[in-house]
């Protein structure tokens, strides 16, 4: 762990997918898709990603736990370097970042039986023998709320919450620090995720995990997250405390995202005042100028064409990065306007909350 | 007096497998009236999407067996010839799918998926229908249809996608929109738009909407009247207003739950429904959500019938218990308050 807590420490990375065209394969453009997020995460705390389709939060993930190279910037795990780390010298620290998918059906190898698909990472980093995997596999089975003769059946035999719950127990199987989950309820019914998302708290509770959770559904985001990061664009535009981001969203993307978020409940739904952001996201191939969010911004100016807002630390650790800030009092705006305005490296330090990682 | 559209009249539709036979559909009884958005809810398996399926003739095949009525303008269309129910398909009750990125084929343009449909059952020119298309287009908000409309879908965003199949949907005019997770596999920003794109339409075009979802949430902006379904059955079925603020079925009372509100201080664990939905080759005795409920009694072990338990007259329920104990039961779990509203 390094000096300040922080078990995963993300320093300005970028993420570019290029596009080649014709026959030299000559790169034409760049998908911008992740662009300059600086963000940490403390041991223990759960840091929400979210965002719509396309904002970079899931290759953020993958960046992450290094299923992909970051085109700049760094990535500290543990305190330990490893954004350009080969595959080699990535592995035994494989063991230490475990990721669950979105999709349970596509997930998990038809062909094998639960057995193999939670016991081969310990084969693979030749853990126990035998017979002690095959007893390891059967208490991960009932961990997660499976039952130990579940060991020898196919993944078909089970319904998309119960292979949730084999993906969660294969990411368990090397015992990590760190689970990077993208998008592991969106998938499932409404009652299941309600199951999934109680038994991803009881793990953290019982295996002391770090969780990365990405996800585009700000319900279920607020109920795991210590943090939460929002994502517009390949930018990082806020960063908050969970529930300080739902009664005080700064950048007016949150707001937006946060009034579409249905409310079970008619008579509040139609009292609610709904932001719909017109038209999609804009390609990540050539966002637009400035604040990348302004062509769909309701309060957007001048000036947010021109100039690309800074991340800006309102205090309690709560970032954003708008010229127009919702919810941020007179004061507060002239104490961040007087001091230099944080770059997001010098922000980071200050963005970690007191305790994290404790829940009432 | 209310323009009666469609009437379900006892549906059960029955899949024989080599496992045994699926009770996909078991008992479901519903009216659907001009100008109305009528919300089916359930998990996944709760026979939600074979009911709108059935309903367009689309369960159709040689190992499915039906019982009940589907009555479409005086006409059961469980009955009717293959051949006529074509004319009705597509034409004057027609579906929209829940996933935009299948649902539209990779290698025609946009353009002609849409212009297909009018001219199969339009005697138009296939210039007209183009002009049509593009209209549609515009109607659904797709942003210079001129152009788009010789796109092909992966030029489209999965929003954009779900717009053109809407498009598609009412590129006939139908009497009846069947929505079957219209927005499952959109962004909540994009779903707040074509939620409230599916309601405008609806009074444009004049037709009624049967909007299928697992989401509650979902329902509780457009719908007018809601049926819950929990292993082939209906279990619950009123209002929007009785389900939402005077819920009878524990299982309603489970799946409100089971949301994460926003408007709410932040429970301590979701309230989250035990166990799976039962398998539908091996239903268990009595009330099919007995196994998974946290009320249940001796006398669940008999199935109740679908009636009517509370003061009001349109509320329906499959549940043993009194209406007081319920009340009291799901009180500081999950139901809303119910708001003056002026």
Partial sequence: ???????????????????RKGVLQREVARVHAVDDVTLSVREGETVGLVGESGCGKSTLGRCIV?????????????????????????RPLRREMQMVFQDPYASLNPRKRVGTIIGDPMKIHGIGDRRERKKRVEE????????????????????????????????????????????????????????MVNLLEDLQNDFGLTYVFIAHDLGVVRHVSDRIAVMYLGKLVELSPAEELY??????????LLSAVPIPDPDLSAKRERIVLAGDVPSPINPPSGCRFHPRCRYATEICSQVEPPLVDYGNGHLAACHHPLNVDKETLERVTASARHTPDSADETALPAEPGKRA | MADRLLEVKGLKVRFATEDGLVRAVDG???????????????????GKSVTAMTILGLTRDRNTRFEGEVVYKGQNLLAMPESRLRDVRGNEIAMIFQDPMTSLNPVYKVGDQIIEAIVTHEDISKRMARQRAVELLRQVGIPNPQQRVDDYPHQFSGGMRQRAMIAMALSCNPDILIADEPTTALDVTIQAQILELIDKLKDDFDSAVILITHDLGVVAEVADEIVVMYAGRVVERGSKRDIFYDPQHPYTWGLLGSIPRLDRPKPKKLHSISGMPPSLINLPQGCKFRPRCPHAFEKCQQEPELENRVEERQHLDRCWLSVDDKRRLREGTIVGEAQEVA
């Fill in chain 2, 28 to 46: 479901v009884d519903f009216e659907l009236d001009r100008g109305k958005v009528f919300g089916i809810v359930g998990e996944s398996g709760s």
């Fill in chain 1, 66 to 90: 290094r299923l992909l190279e970051p085109t700049s910037g760094d990535i500290v795990f543990d305190g330990r370097s490893i954004g350009r780390l080969k595959a080699r010298a990535l």
């Fill in chain 1, 140 to 195: 991960l089975l009932e961990t997660v709320g499976l039952s130990p003769e579940h060991y020898n059946r196919f993944p078909h035999e089970f319904s998309g919450g119960q292979r949730q719950r084999i993906g969660v127990a294969r990411a368990l199987a090397l015992r990590p620090k760190l689970v990077v989950a993208d998008e592991p309820v969106s998938a499932l019914d409404v009652s299941i995720q309600a199951q």
């Fill in chain 1, 247 to 256: 009664t005080r969203p700064i950048m007016p993307y949150t707001e937006a």
């Fill in chain 1, 1 to 19: 762990m390094s000096e300040n807590g922080a078990l995963v420490e993300i320093k300005n990375v970028k993420k570019y997918f290029p596009i």
